[in-house]
């Protein structure tokens, strides 16, 4: 089954304590990003990645870091957690042949708190 | 500065009646729009895109438009159904890789 995994679900942290959020895509996809999602302000997007060693930022990617070391895998990297990165985040992929993101799948989410 | 802006507000209508959702923008030349479909506690759900260069767009129940002058896409779900309750995304493709996304309209369709 085509999808993108994201892991953990759920994961409640303190301030200050590294974390990773694994992201990974079994549909070859060369585009791959990571959006929060906050009440009211809809899904912002934090980085992107074009490629394999390729990443931008996109609007939000301050406290955030990514790396693209294989075209599957996607992990965002919270060197030092804030209470203020406490959301609901997403992991979404597109490739299927287009270069840029017209269909973009998402994982089900990571809840994030921060205390 | 750029906005798009979906209804905050949620809409409710009567089961068989047609919704119609709204996503309006500002300070953009989006080559497309997409359309996508969240339920509580899950990923958006990609529904539909429209291009720049196409006033309207079908698949099953449901049809978008897109009006590069008024700024404005309109989503229509014909014959809803209580399964259509969901919140609905608009998102913009900017250029780039870079995709924006709305707020959101959350839709609740009463039997």
């Known amino acids: 089954e085509a999808q993108v995994t994201q892991n953990p679900r759920y994961l409640i942290t303190v301030t200050g304590k590294k974390l990773t959020v694994t992201c990974s895509q079994n549909?070859?996809?060369?585009?791959m990003s990571w959006y929060r999602q906050d009440p009211g302000l809809g899904l912002r997007q934090i980085y992107y990645s074009m490629n394999v060693e390729v990443t931008d930022k996109g609007d939000v990617p301050e406290g955030y870091k990514v790396s693209r070391k294989e075209k599957r895998n996607f992990p965002l990297i919270l060197e030092s957690p804030s209470p203020n990165q406490t959301s609901l985040y997403f992991c979404?992929?597109?490739?299927?042949?287009?270069?840029?993101?017209?269909?973009?799948?998402f994982g089900s989410g990571t809840q994030l708190s921060v205390l | 500065s750029q906005k798009i802006e979906q209804n905050s507000e949620a809409l409710n209508i009567q089961e068989g009646k047609t919704a119609t959702l709204t996503c309006n923008y500002t300070n953009y030349s989006p080559a497309y729009l997409q359309w996508y479909r969240q339920d509580p506690g899950r990923g958006p759900v990609f529904l539909l895109l429209?291009?720049?260069?196409?006033k309207e767009k079908r698949k099953e129940r449901l049809k978008v438009t897109f009006d590069t002058t008024l700024k404005q896409s309109l989503f229509h779900i014909t014959a809803s159904q209580p399964a259509d309750s969901a919140t609905y995304l608009c998102?913009?493709?900017?250029?780039?890789?870079?995709?924006?996304f709305g707020a959101g309209t959350r839709l609740f369709v009463k039997a």
């Open positions: 979404a992929s597109s490739g299927e042949g287009d270069a840029t993101n017209e269909k973009l799948f």
């Open positions: 998102a913009l493709h900017t250029g780039g890789f870079k995709t924006i």
């Open positions: 549909m070859n996809h060369e585009y």
């Open positions: 429209i291009r720049e260069n196409e």
